[in-house]
């Protein structure tokens, strides 16, 4: 289960995603559906006033509704009660009109007359004008009311046939006034006053000098419209969970997907953990999920090579604890013979004493030497220890090193020469630098022939400096040559006082300096190590 709660947690938050941009498009889509039908539809039942206004003063019959009055208009002496104006076929628009002071307002006093082919009065004239109104109605595509403005009447097709008198409904009113006045009218308070959502619009009629005789005003319920728009939410509601349905599968298969990798990784960490460093994940995108793949493949690579290092980090550390161990014993073994065979008193004679001492002393020595070599070869290969350093001339350094050397070398008949083109400053310890140069001259005096020449140079280039110490001894064999700076590496045919740790020392000396050292030889013609570095910005002055 804690496997899959990435998974399921992904797939959730991607569902209410999903939801939520549907509610949102949802609504905006049915609020625009809505509006845009709305629109069209008054458009066109606005078209079909229009058409219905030019096109009534050349149908027949059409001029006795515009241009007389009718009959019952005249008489003045009906009573006058509340208006009311049917409206097709279901019901009717209540209007609560007040008289004022006993009298009508002239703009709100209209007589409303509702015609049928049955007209009950059985009138040739009241049938033909039930059939002009059911034509306008079939023409219009909805309830047409004929507006006659001389005779202030209202005309329209019912079956409930018969005449009113009254005023308006004030938004009646408003509409048959702004199309009397020669424009179209939109109005939706039709619908409120008889109880059905509806759109009425009204179009002004001329006469052939373009004066207005009448209007036209259509009144077409929205319950079509709202049907219509009812059936297309339901459309796009079904799309809708048909799309969050194959959007669900697809979140399934991309959290998948976007998971697989998280899996690999995962499984590649844990080989880590268990030291399989050559585990891969072999994952290759150009996202953030292959950048952490190839980390972590970064990482595999690190640790396995971190893992070599240590190995054989610990095998030079066996390998130095042996050399040590047989350095060590070499001499103790000499003086614990030694002083045993002076304490059995087998030796009598003083001369022979004296021999069997100067051993013991010469042992002591070599034993004193390869400690005091360990200790300062742990110093420098201890991180924490720091070297001091201070601006110094290293051919003074050096060339103080070269004089101490020419006792030795003259022993041997040994010409040492000194050969600097200038001062090189640098930063460092002065007393390690000598140090380092003492090791090499003392490695090339032990292995030069009798008579030979050891040759100390010093040359700058630029901000580089190179110093050359170079003898012409016995050489260096090439199988060698890349493990001189090993500890406990000694030729001990030619150097049996030397302890093999006199190389190491000076390359640790020089990496604490930023110095390189490097070394080329040929048996049997010379070795010449090679000393280089970078001049620091601030310089002695020459």
Not at 43 to 54: G, I, N, P, S
Not at 245 to 256: D, K, Q, T, Y
Not at 370 to 394: A, H, I, M, Q, Y
Not at 445 to 474: M, P
Request: proline letters at 3%; aromatic letters at 6%.
């Amino acid at each position: 289960m804690r496997k899959k709660r990435l998974t399921k947690r992904l797939i959730l938050y991607f569902s209410v995603t999903l939801i939520l941009f549907a509610l949102i498009m949802g609504s905006v889509f049915s609020w625009l559906f809505t509006h845009y039908n709305q629109h069209a539809h008054e458009e066109e039942t606005m078209q079909r006033a229009m058409t219905l206004a030019a096109a009534i003063p050349a149908m027949k019959d059409s001029g006795q509704f515009l241009d007389a009055a009718d009959e019952a208009a005249d008489d003045e002496g009906r009573e006058r009660t509340a208006p009311m104006m049917r409206h097709g076929h279901h019901g009717r628009m209540i209007h609560q009109g007040a008289q004022e002071n006993g009298s009508v307002n002239r703009e709100m006093d209209w007589c409303r007359k509702q015609y049928s082919v049955h007209d009950s009065a059985g009138k040739e004239m009241a049938k033909r004008a039930g059939e002009f109104l059911q034509q306008l109605d079939s023409l219009a595509q909805g309830k047409v009311w004929l507006v006659a403005e001389k005779s202030h009447t209202i005309l329209a097709y019912g079956d409930n046939t018969g005449e009113e008198r009254g005023q308006l409904p004030v938004p009646v009113n408003e509409v048959l006034q702004q199309v009397l006045a020669g424009q179209t009218a939109v109005s939706h308070d039709f619908g409120d006053l008889l109880d059905t959502p509806a759109v009425t619009v009204g179009a002004p009629i001329k006469d052939k000098e373009g004066n207005v005789v009448g209007a036209v005003l259509i009144h077409r319920p929205l319950k079509e419209l709202q049907n219509t728009i009812n059936g297309g939410l339901r459309l796009l509601a079904l799309s809708v969970v048909l799309a969050l349905l194959l959007a669900g599968m697809l979140a399934v298969l991309l959290a998948r997907r976007f998971i697989r990798p998280l899996y690999r990784m995962q499984h590649v960490s844990q080989a880590f953990a268990q030291g399989k460093y050559d585990e891969r994940t072999g994952i290759r995108q150009q996202d953030e999920i292959g950048m952490l793949a190839a980390d972590i493949d970064m990482l595999g690579s690190k640790l396995a090579q971190a893992e070599q290092e240590r190995a054989e980090l610990s095998r030079k550390r066996q390998d130095f604890l042996a050399a040590v161990s047989h350095e060590l014993r070499t001499p103790l073994t000499v003086l614990r013979g030694t002083v045993e065979l002076l304490f059995s008193g087998l030796v009598t004679e003083k001369a022979e004493r004296q021999k069997y001492l100067n051993q013991v002393m010469s042992n002591l020595s070599a034993l004193e030497r390869l400690v005091g070599d360990l200790l300062e070869l742990t110093r420098l290969r201890n991180t924490g220890f720091s070297v001091g350093k201070e601006p110094l001339n290293l051919c003074d350094a050096f060339a103080e090193a070269a004089e101490q050397m020419q006792t030795a070398a003259g022993q041997k008949n040994l010409q040492l020469r000194v050969d600097f083109d200038g001062p090189l400053p640098i930063e460092g310890d002065y007393g390690r630098l000598r140090q380092l140069m003492l090791i090499l001259l003392d490695n090339a005096v032990k292995f030069s022939a009798a008579g030979g020449e050891i040759l100390l140079q010093g040359r700058r280039q630029g901000r580089n400096w190179q110093v050359v110490v170079e003898d012409h001894g016995c050489g260096i064999a090439p199988e060698e040559l890349p493990h001189i700076f090993d500890r406990f590496r000694t030729n001990r045919q030619r150097n049996e006082q030397g302890t093999g740790l006199g190389l190491a020392i000076a390359r640790e000396i020089a990496g604490r300096h930023e110095i390189a050292i490097t070394c080329e030889s040929e048996l049997s013609k010379g070795t010449k190590f090679i000393l280089t570095g970078i001049l620091p910005m601030a310089k002695i002055e020459q």
